[in-house]
């Protein structure tokens, strides 16, 4: 079964924090891809970053990485210097190889204080 | 370029009217979902469409919804007759898919209607 867990349902910190979204997933196929997603306020859905499970790099673009780790089936994402902008919900999301599905986790509420 | 366009943005009717939900994916994708989100039950996928044709509508959630694509330029959700709990965020979203090298990329999604069934 795919399943992706978002453990973390509502996060707060000040501004200029660096913060981590983790992102659990299961799978039994060896090919798939995860996805991060970024719903503002606004509500629309923003995609992030994709990544397929035969590249384990971290990514990094600007304030946003990305720690992909097969051994512990974990996506985990980080913001540094977080800013009052990125409040937001955060999904993560797995995609299998032979699916078009998105399994979506629940969401992770972060809020940035001033 | 542009991005998927819905509309309308929001909508509010009563219990019983039709409602007809529009999307218009981006150009050269060839795969579109329509999505339901709710505090409730999250994001729910409704039913997947592949070059015009529907794959999955197991999402659909009753007989009430129908979707349509009757090109790869647009397609309809419709809500015929809406309820109250049909009330929710609408999202459709297009990607490019090659389902025969199993190769599925990102979705992008629309900014949604927020349907209101009074």
């Known amino acids: ?114 | 370029d542009a991005g998927v366009i819905q509309s309308p943005r929001h909508e509010v009717t009563e219990m019983g009217q039709e409602v007809t939900l529009r999307c218009k994916p981006i150009s050269g994708h060839n795969s579109l979902f329509w999505y339901r989100q709710t505090m409730m039950r999250g994001l729910e996928l409704l039913i997947y469409f592949n070059n015009n044709v529907p794959i999955d509508d197991s999402g659909m959630p009753e007989d009430r919804f129908s979707a349509k694509m009757p090109n790869a330029s647009f397609s309809t959700l419709k809500i015929q007759p809406s309820e109250p709990r049909d009330s929710a965020v609408y999202f459709c979203a297009s990607s490019s898919q090659d389902r025969g090298l199993r190769s599925y990329n990102e979705q992008f999604f629309g900014p949604g209607t927020r349907l209101t069934v009074l």
């Open chain 1, 1 to 114: 079964a795919q399943k992706v867990t978002q453990a973390q349902t509502e996060i707060s910190v000040v501004e200029k924090e660096d913060v981590t979204l983790d992102c659990v997933y299961e799978t039994r196929d060896t090919t798939y891809y995860l996805f991060w997603y970024k719903q503002p306020p606004s509500g629309e859905l923003v995609f992030l970053i994709r990544r397929n499970s035969f590249d384990e790099q971290n990514e990094i673009s600007g304030r946003y990485s990305w720690n992909f780790q097969k051994s512990t089936s974990s996506f985990n994402f980080t913001i540094t210097a977080s800013q009052v902008v990125d409040s937001a919900v955060y999904f993560c999301a797995l995609c299998t190889s032979g699916t078009y599905k998105y399994i979506f986790g629940t969401g992770t509420r972060l809020k940035v204080l001033a």
